[in-house]
């Protein structure tokens, strides 16, 4: 069945640093990915949308990678803030392109100290 | 714009209790999706409605479980003789559609459900 890893060790980074998470899957080849935030108490938040016929993508101090032959999707956060401070989460769709069933990671916890 | 709004909160109820749970989507939205979150864990799908229609309910745990959306906007998910492991956050999400650039699902702040 469908399977998706994050680095279930939270990380601990200096701020100014570049954070980079990692999320692995196996079993499928989905036409997309997508990543999350989420602070504590609050519901996810979308962040970014990346394609499989996209390398790469960026949003502001967002970086999103993936890499469909190593299955495999890293997200880069440059310039690092104590506000960047939270869980971030991946999703795949199950079914091939589309919408609707979502699967999700468990999550890494990011903390940024000052 | 207003957001997802779900409601209660939190909910706290006894062992066997039926619960409601519900969420308003964003207007507009015609896609709704409800999750359930334990802690440490990412959201886990329960069911998805296209309009008034359930699209996909496979996620639903067992028959204790039943969501509806009568007129395609506000959902009710339902939990009948509620147990301890029901306990979890309850998650609602909708988006535009599901295909292309309407698929962002954009979440809620989730009801709090702990089962005693």
């Known amino acids: 069945s469908q399977k998706i890893e994050q680095n279930s060790e939270a990380l601990n980074i200096q701020e100014g640093k570049t954070a980079t998470l990692t999320c692995n899957y196996t079993?499928?080849?989905?036409?997309?990915l997508q990543w999350y935030r989420q602070d504590p108490g609050r519901g996810p938040v979308f962040l970014l949308l990346i394609r499989e016929n996209e390398k790469e993508k960026r949003k502001e101090r967002l970086k999103v990678t993936f890499d469909t032959t190593l299955k495999q999707s890293l997200f880069h956060i440059t310039a690092s803030q104590p506000a960047d401070s939270a869980t971030y989460l991946c999703?795949?769709?199950?079914?091939?392109?589309?919408?609707?069933?979502?699967?999700f990671g468990q999550g890494t916890e990011l903390s940024v100290k000052p | 714009g207003a957001g997802v709004s779900q409601t209660p909160s939190n909910k706290v109820t006894e062992k066997g209790k039926y619960v409601e749970l519900r969420c308003d989507p964003i207007?507009?939205?015609?896609?709704l999706y409800w999750y359930r979150q334990s802690l440490g864990q990412g959201p886990e799908f329960l069911i998805y409605?296209?309009?008034?229609?359930?699209?996909?309910d496979s996620g639903l745990p067992n028959d204790r479980f039943f969501a509806v959306r009568p007129e395609g906007s506000v959902s009710t998910l339902k939990i009948q003789r509620t147990e301890r492991g029901d306990s979890a956050v309850y998650l609602c999400?909708?988006?535009?559609?599901?295909?292309?650039?309407?698929?962002?699902?954009?979440f809620g702040p989730g009801t709090r459900l702990l089962v005693l």
């Open positions: 409605f296209q309009g008034t229609g359930a699209a996909d």
């Open positions: 079993n499928y080849s989905p036409a997309y």
């Open positions: 207007s507009g939205h015609t896609a």
């Open positions: 999400a909708s988006s535009l559609g599901t295909s292309g650039s309407k698929e962002t699902q954009y």
């Open positions: 999703a795949l769709p199950l079914l091939y392109n589309q919408g609707g069933k979502l699967i």
